[in-house]
């Protein structure tokens, strides 16, 4: 079994990722477990250049540290973008309102800026990068989205952050009430991941 050590401070991805990844060849360790933890500061434009910021950053320490040589490191940069609200919170997604505010203040916030607006306007998604270093030290990042609308209510006890609040046409309920096996089949993070799978098996890893 390959290691993949996924640089991520977050529990909510980790869990998703984890489950995601299951029965595939990989043994996935986080950046905690691999005692590789480091802060990264997001300072990219995109979720793009977070991501890779983030996965060359944990390589670096990895490497730094003389463990997991041939380990495969990885990165999601994801976020919730409301086309209405200019493509916010975006890649501000966790420090919108502030890191420490409960997603419950934060869903309601959009609730409110959204009130009133037409259902055609209230379209949003969620996106994921994910960063991929190679052992050989290149790195590669796919991209995935997952689409809906701004929801009227805060639903559901499943996923985490701005789950309960995104609607999934496709489904008729909104992703917090989406099963973490059916979230994953159809969520931006679910779908770049097996981006990012076949562009290991394409490399043989
Ligand atoms: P790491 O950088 O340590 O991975 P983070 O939470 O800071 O953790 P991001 O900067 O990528 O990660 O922010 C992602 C945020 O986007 C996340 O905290 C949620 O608020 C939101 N988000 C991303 N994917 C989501 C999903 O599947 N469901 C709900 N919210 C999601």
Request: net charge negative.
């Amino acid at each position: 079994m390959r290691d993949i050590i996924f640089a991520t401070g977050n529990m909510g991805k980790l869990r998703e990722i984890k489950q995601i990844m299951e029965g595939l060849p990989y043994n996935i360790i986080s950046m905690k477990e691999a005692g590789l933890e480091t802060e990264v500061d997001e300072t990219g434009e995109t979720f793009e250049e977070n991501a890779i910021l983030k996965a060359t950053a944990i390589a670096k320490k990895a490497r730094e540290a003389g463990v997991y040589g041939d380990a495969i490191v990885m990165a999601d940069d994801s976020g919730f973008e409301v086309d209405h609200l200019g493509g916010k919170p975006g890649i501000y997604s966790a420090r919108f309102m502030g890191t420490d505010t409960p997603y419950s203040i934060k869903n309601q916030k959009i609730l409110d800026e959204m009130e009133g607006v037409p259902e055609e306007d209230r379209t949003a998604r969620f996106v994921a990068a994910i960063a991929c270093v190679f052992p050989d030290g290149t790195c590669e990042v796919v991209r995935d989205t997952f689409e809906g609308r701004v929801a009227h209510e805060a639903k559901g006890i499943y996923g985490f952050g701005y789950d309960p609040i995104m609607y999934v046409p496709e489904k008729g309920c909104n992703s917090g009430e989406l099963l973490p096996e059916e979230k994953n089949k159809i969520s931006h993070r679910g779908k770049a991941l097996m981006k990012a799978r076949k562009l290991l098996e394409e490399k043989a890893l």
